[in-house]
């Protein structure tokens, strides 16, 4: 009886763990409806969202960003004059910062590991 009890508890954590697969499996994240959401790149295929695309933000305000690595090597994602770095992201990974500047201009982002491929601006502007 004992053993037939944990049998079920085994089997539904296995199917309850399958349910959660699939569902991320049929949802994965939204790439374009994460505007509210702040920044959203992806690292793929030894870019950031296929163009390395010139990133706005304004000044004073901080803005959250999120770098997913799709590819199946690692990545990063840093600004060194702003002090982000997110580390080496796996194949896989994300990871979610925020950038804030009190100074507006010109900034580089790229990857410490593939810094000629990955590699865009960032904008800060004066919002005032
Ligand atoms: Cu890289």
Redesign the pocket.
């Known amino acids: 009886m004992l053993n037939n009890l944990i049998a079920i508890v085994v089997i539904s954590f296995i199917i309850v763990g399958s349910l959660w697969g699939i569902g991320n499996l049929l949802n994965p994240v939204n790439e374009n409806n994460m505007n509210s959401e702040g920044i959203l790149l992806v ?1 793929e295929h ?1 870019f950031f969202n296929n163009t390395n695309p010139t990133l706005h933000i304004n000044r004073n305000i901080p803005e959250k960003i999120t770098i997913i ?1 799709k ?1 199946f ?4 994602f840093i600004i060194d004059e702003l002090n982000v770095n997110t580390g080496y992201l796996y194949s896989g990974q994300d990871f979610t910062t925020a950038i804030a500047s009190r100074e507006s201009g010109t900034f580089e982002y790229y ?5 000629s ?2 590699r865009g601006q960032l904008l800060i502007s004066d919002n005032e």
């Open positions: 690292a030894n690595n590819d090597v690692r990545h990063d990857c410490s590991l593939h810094p491929t990955m």
